[in-house]
């Protein structure tokens, strides 16, 4: 039986000859200790869960603070890759143009030798072509 302060402090003991009705008296302590006991082991176990709860909250707090940390390290990740990859693709593109030059540098070269190449076998054959055209009359008279 819990008992609440007013009930304790408004109890009506019943009067003997000479004070109070002991078992009146034996009756309230009984009840008042019962109940206090009561009161005493809830706080005894709230004292036990405030703690608990304590300890759950330092743990989250120290676990949030190492999600903060390692979202910060990610983030700070993420963007030395997408860096990193930015300035490998400059590279690439770099390398890939210099490579096109060297390409468009080597077919001009090809082009000119073989332009060259082509006017030397024309010069040739027109040396060719005159020499016959100039002996040709001369070997059908032979």
């Given amino acids: ?3 609440s302060p007013a ?3 408004h109890a009506e003991l019943g009067r003997g000859l000479f004070g109070y009705n002991r078992s009146s008296v034996d009756e309230l302590l009984v009840d008042t200790v019962d109940s206090f ?3 005493w082991r809830e706080r005894a176990d709230l004292t036990d869960k405030v703690e608990q709860l304590e300890a759950d909250l330092v743990r989250y707090r120290e676990l949030e603070s190492l999600l903060r940390t390692t979202l910060v390290s990610a983030e700070r990740t993420s963007q030395e890759l997408r860096e990193q990859a930015r ?4 590279l690439i593109v770099a390398e890939a143009q210099a490579e096109a030059r060297n390409v468009t540098r080597e077919a001009r070269s090809e082009r000119e030798r073989l332009s ?3 006017h030397r076998v024309r010069a040739v054959l027109r040396a060719v072509l005159e020499t016959v055209e100039r002996e040709g009359p001369q070997a059908e008279a032979a």
Avoid: F
């Avoid at 300035?87 to 400059?90: D, H, I, L, R, S």
């Fill in 1 to 3: 039986m819990s008992l």
């Fill in 7 to 9: 009930e304790i402090r």
């Fill in 37 to 39: 006991e009561q009161v």
């Fill in 87 to 90: 300035k490998e693709a400059e």
């Fill in 116 to 118: 060259a190449e082509s």
